[in-house]
């Protein structure tokens, strides 16, 4: 969930994997990378769990892709990554129903905080990862904000655009749930910016639908209208915008 894949030293395998994993081309993504080193399982995990959470499918195959990033992982930080996205897959499952994978996700993610240090680069996607825990099923907003804005500031230090774009998203939303609505509108504005600017066309249609949220009419109905589009294109991705794109009778 982070990492733009956009700037001009890039290689050209990573380009090409951004540009099918912003287009939610995820399966074809992962294909192109190569298996044998531990980061690009991880990085292979990483793309097939992110699939799962905006499509709900592929679950076994996420699953297959952590155990060989597990096992090819040498290092703490590497093991760390791998706790990580074991984490995200239990919280993806258990948000969408699949099964109650909570436990799961919360001791994954305090092992992955005992093996990532404070400071390291995986260490933002972590402390992300740990709010959505608290807000989706701990039920906790202030300590998912407390998180979100570690991940915020490590993110911002980093130089981590699309998880900038995340934290962005989830403060204003916590935010609009406190009626605090122009700081919710300036936060949706900065995930859409930067969103538009990196082409995470997957991520835009929800950008502009939570924008939506804060704006008036005629302008809510365009940015939804927009939103909409968007979301046809990719084929109803991701699944869990279409309750929020439905019209209000």
């Keep these: 969930m982070s990492g733009s894949g956009t700037t ?3 290689d050209p395998l990573q380009t090409a994997v951004w540009r099918l994993r912003s287009r939610a081309c995820w399966t074809d993504a992962a294909a192109l990378l190569r298996a044998g080193t531990a980061a690009a399982a991880l990085q292979r995990t990483s793309l097939l769990v992110e699939r799962c959470l905006y499509t709900e499918k592929g679950w076994e195959e996420a699953e297959d892709a952590l155990r060989t990033a597990e096992a090819q992982a040498q290092t703490d930080e590497e093991r760390g990554a791998a706790a990580c996205e074991r984490g995200q897959l239990a919280y993806a499952a258990t948000l969408h129903g699949v099964r109650d994978r ?29 709010g959505l825990l ?7 907003p202030q300590a998912a904000r ?3 804005r570690r991940a915020h500031a490590s993110a911002s230090a980093h130089g981590d655009a699309l998880l900038l774009s995340f934290t962005w998203r989830h403060l204003a939303g916590l935010a609009l749930r406190d009626g605090e609505t122009a700081e919710a509108r300036h936060g949706f504005s900065e995930s859409l910016r930067i969103r538009e600017e990196l082409g995470y066309l997957v991520g ?5 639908a939570s924008l939506a949220d804060t704006e008036t009419e005629p302008e809510a109905s365009r940015l939804r209208a927009e939103a909409g589009r968007l979301f046809r294109l990719l ?3 991701p699944t869990w915008l279409a309750a929020q794109l439905a019209p209000v009778v």
């Design 8 to 10: 001009s030293d890039d």
């Design 102 to 130: 909570a436990d799961e996700a919360r001791a994954a993610l305090g092992r992955a905080a005992a093996l990532i240090p404070p400071g390291a680069t995986g260490r933002a996607l972590l402390d992300f990862r740990r």
């Design 134 to 140: 608290a807000e989706n099923l701990a039920r906790s």
């Design 146 to 148: 407390a998180a979100y």
């Design 204 to 208: 835009t249609a929800p950008a502009l």
């Design 235 to 237: 084929g109803g991705v």
